[in-house]
């Protein structure tokens, strides 16, 4: 690998689909404004806490997709997972995004696909059975202030040939290349 710093300037670009979204499109324009290490749970570092919150504030987008939740699963950071709490949270964070985005037209929240195995102080258990039955339960509450809430379903085992519950070095080569260690 390289080195950690050369790791960290490069993840902002690695996955970053909303610049593809641009890219290939006149009509469309998408900004990525993901923040390293932000969640849902108040009291942590919550999203709506940070800069770049403010920044998605100030570009007034007409759609927001939202992937959040995976570092809810860092057992440091919350050593048991408590749903109602997270579904709690989640909704208030859709409820200040709608109230300081006007004419915010929809949202949609990307369903976390599993992970192949423990990493980063990330709970697989909690990410591959929890936290999708929780984001699920987020969107089927409807949606926000009149703005839709609906729920991307990435199906990334279908995608990748990854298998669920099965280890790291257990796992075909197809879906190794979509993860690394760090």
């Known amino acids: 690998h390289e080195p950690k710093k050369e790791q960290d ?11 593809y979204v641009s890219q290939d499109s006149d009509a469309v324009e998408a900004k990525n404004f993901g923040q390293s290490g932000v969640m849902v749970l108040r009291g942590k570092k919550q999203y709506t806490d940070t800069d770049i919150y403010q920044e998605v504030v100030a570009w007034a987008p007409d759609i927001a997709v939202i992937w959040l939740g995976i570092n809810d699963a860092k057992e440091k950071d919350n050593g048991k997972f408590k749903r109602k709490q997270f579904i709690d949270d989640y909704r208030d964070m859709l409820k200040q995004l709608t109230s300081d985005i006007d004419g915010l037209d929809a949202i949609y929240i990307i369903k976390q696909y ?4 423990d990493c980063c102080d990330i709970h697989f258990d909690f990410v591959n059975e929890d936290l999708p039955l929780a984001i699920e339960e987020v969107v089927d509450k409807g949606a926000m202030r009149g703005v839709p809430v609906e729920l991307i379903d990435l199906e ?27």
């Open 156 to 182: 990334w085992n279908g995608r990748t040939g990854c298998i669920e519950g099965v280890d790291e070095e257990d796992q075909s080569d197809n879906c190794l290349k979509y993860y690394d260690s760090d």
């Open 9 to 19: 300037k490069d993840k902002y670009n690695r996955g970053n689909w909303p610049r």
């Open 114 to 117: 599993p992970i192949v195995d």
